[in-house]
């Protein structure tokens, strides 16, 4: 099985950016980011397909953060700008897709160890 390795987390200000890394072990085809928030749930963030021509995001994040993928090099980005401490959280790349609706949780059997992004007012 794959085996999917975040990277890029870090402690940025408000109004700052940061770029997530998602190291694949082997071949991927769709892939999303989700995040947790402390005492939250796990919630979708964005979806990529793996031509990367389909891509959705959350209502949340959408104008903000741009999902690409590197299939040559097994690695899927997350690029977030105009970060908010409401982003703040751990962020995990998720892979194996299982036909599910792609904002689930339920809808990926692959995921990482997860990246935390602290965004500070």
């Known amino acids: 099985q794959v085996q999917l390795a975040e990277s890029g987390g870090g402690l940025v200000q408000a109004g700052g950016s940061l770029r997530l890394s998602c190291e694949a072990s082997g071949r991927t085809f769709t892939m999303a980011w989700f995040r947790q928030a402390p005492g939250k749930q796990r919630e979708f963030v964005a979806h990529?397909?793996?031509?990367?021509?389909?891509?959705y995001y959350a209502d949340s994040v959408k104008g903000r953060f741009t999902i690409s993928r590197d299939n040559a090099k097994n690695m899927m980005y997350l690029q977030m700008n105009s970060l908010k401490p409401e982003d703040t959280a751990v962020y995990y790349c998720a892979s194996l897709y299982n036909g599910r609706p792609y904002y689930a949780e339920s809808a990926y059997d692959c995921w990482g160890q997860g990246t935390q992004i602290t965004v500070s007012s």
């Open positions: 990529i397909s793996r031509s990367g021509a389909g891509q």
